[in-house]
């Protein structure tokens, strides 16, 4: 059957020599796979290449087939036209780290309007706005809520850390659980506060999410910030 939906790369892989598998977030379906045929041969078909760059939001029509993996668009356009994320090198970095995170933690194949949403707004704060370096700790402490596995500030020294977050880890993780977008530079820490803040944020996920793994990107990030 033909369903019109968004969709959020989250991964796009070479097949063969001429096609691509993809896998996106979709509004109405949660995450999905397309195999995209021949398309890198077709010069000027409905289809190209550039639609698929990550975390890019698309409006796409799917053939869809309850039973199969993997999918076909029928037709793509944009969504939204990034003006920095995938052109300034800082965000394309962070956003390669974020999809890697995401393609990780979302498996379910179904609805969720509010977790959609959520990745929707963010990137489009995020390609709108100035570079923050603290974007995404603040990105993964939100996402945490959506996944059902959001610290509770109240007991952050007894279930979140491990032994060795000093106060002033404590303190930060605090100020950035809850924070709006908009406030993020009120927080001032150095590159390697951030990281460490980073680390843990990823072993609670890994603590809460039994098949969650090291981001391979993540040393793009450590390169970044130093």
């Known amino acids: 059957m033909l369903l019109n939906t968004n969709a959020i790369v989250l991964s796009a892989l ?19 796979s397309y195999i995209l045929h021949h398309i890198f041969k077709v ?3 409905k289809l190209n290449p550039a639609y698929f760059q ?3 939001q698309l409006e796409i029509q799917t053939n869809y087939k309850p039973n199969q993996s993997l999918h076909k668009i ?4 944009l969504h939204h036209t990034y003006t920095s994320l995938h052109t300034n090198v800082y965000k394309s970095s962070v956003s390669i780290f974020i999809a890697e995170v995401l393609q990780n933690v979302l498996k379910e194949e179904e609805k969720n309007a509010k977790l959609y949403h959520f990745l929707e707004a963010s990137l489009l704060w995020y390609d709108l706005n100035d570079f923050n370096a603290n974007f995404h700790l603040a990105f993964l402490l939100k996402l945490s809520q959506y996944l059902g596995i959001h610290p509770d ?18 303190y930060v993780l605090k100020n950035l659980l809850g924070i709006h977008f908009d ?12 990281q460490d803040i980073l680390s843990e944020i ?14 391979k990107s993540l040393k793009i990030l450590h390169d970044i910030f130093n």
């Open 54 to 56: 990550l975390l890019t």
């Open 43 to 45: 010069k000027k078909g």
């Open 74 to 77: 029928t037709e793509v356009k």
């Open 153 to 170: 500030p109240n007991t952050l020294h007894l279930n979140f850390f491990r032994h060795d977050m000093n106060n002033q880890k404590i």
């Open 202 to 215: 990823l072993h609670y996920f890994s603590v809460h999410l039994g098949d969650f793994k090291k981001p």
């Open 14 to 32: 070479k097949y063969k020599d001429s096609s691509l598998i993809v896998s996106c977030y979709t509004r109405e379906l949660g995450v999905q």
């Open 183 to 194: 406030d993020l530079n009120t927080i001032k820490i150095n590159a390697q506060i951030r």
